[in-house]
Every structure is written in C-alpha cells, then in structure tokens.
C-alpha cells in the first residue's frame, strides 16, 4: 500500500530531473546556435512563449535516443546506475548546501535556542550527514563490479 507514494515520488524526482536537464541545456544551446556554433534552427525562440522551442525539442529527442541506447548495450541496467549517480550529485548539492547555511548563520546563533539549532546546528549536521552518505556511495561505486552497466576497456 505504501509503494504508492514512492513510485509517486521516484516519477516526480524524473520528472523533475529531466525538465531540469532539458531545459538548461536548451538555454545553453540558445546562444551557441545564434553565435553559428551549432544549426541555427535550435536558435529559434516561440514567437509567443518566448522559448527556444526547437532546441528544447532537439534536445529531448538526442536524450531520449541516447537514454534507449544506453539502456540497451546495459541490459536494462542504465537506470539504476543513473540513480545512485545522480544520488551522489544530490548529496554533494545539498551537503554543501547544509554547511553554507551553517556558516551564513554563525553569527546569528546567539538570539535564541532555536536559532542555534535550526539555523546552525541541524543544517550542519544534515550537510555531514548528507556528503558523507555521499563518499559512501561514491566509494561503493567506484568498484566495477556493483554497476550493472560496465564494458571492459580495449586496453591495459
């Protein structure tokens, strides 16, 4: 019953990650193409939304292509690889995030208990917490054998 709300979640989380990706990634391919580094047809902006809409959809479309490629020379297996990689990127974004607002808010943790703890102290602890869950994964990764998805190189 629960599995629910987490196959909810998991959906939203893609979701998210992939407008995220194709979005900043259309913006970043805006200027290349208007610049002549690219086709100019993914310079093209909606007359009425104001969006690079043929680069968007241009990059949408190579993702998925590469996405259904790698998925399947990898058995299946590119998804949960892509996961725990963008776990480890998460957890750095976030553990970071956690120990700069500890140090935004050093000065301020003299007013009250609570803002000893809520702007010191729990984003701190939560910041460790989260890169060294982080380093975890990132050490358990780096074995080749706990990937579902790699390819002997041709060379020594």
Request: aromatic share 10%; net charge positive.
């Amino acid at each position: 019953m629960l599995w629910h709300p987490l196959i909810l979640m998991v959906l939203t989380s893609a979701a998210a990650s992939t407008e995220t990706t194709v979005l900043t990634l259309s913006r970043t391919v805006l200027p290349m193409a208007d610049q002549g580094a690219l086709p100019r047809a993914l310079a093209r902006v909606h007359p009425r939304f104001r969006i690079p809409h043929v680069g968007t959809i241009a990059v949408g479309v190579v993702g998925a292509v590469v996405y259904i490629a790698l998925n399947f020379l990898g058995r299946g297996l590119v998804i949960g690889d892509a996961v725990s990689a963008g776990g480890v990127m998460i957890a750095f974004y976030y553990g970071l995030t956690g120990l700069t607002s500890a140090w935004a808010h050093r000065a301020g943790w003299r007013a009250s208990a609570a803002d000893l703890w809520l702007r010191t102290v729990f984003p701190a602890i939560g910041g460790v917490v989260l890169l060294a869950a982080g380093m975890w994964s990132l050490v358990h990764a780096w074995d080749p054998s706990s990937s579902g998805t790699t390819w002997p190189l041709p060379f020594t």
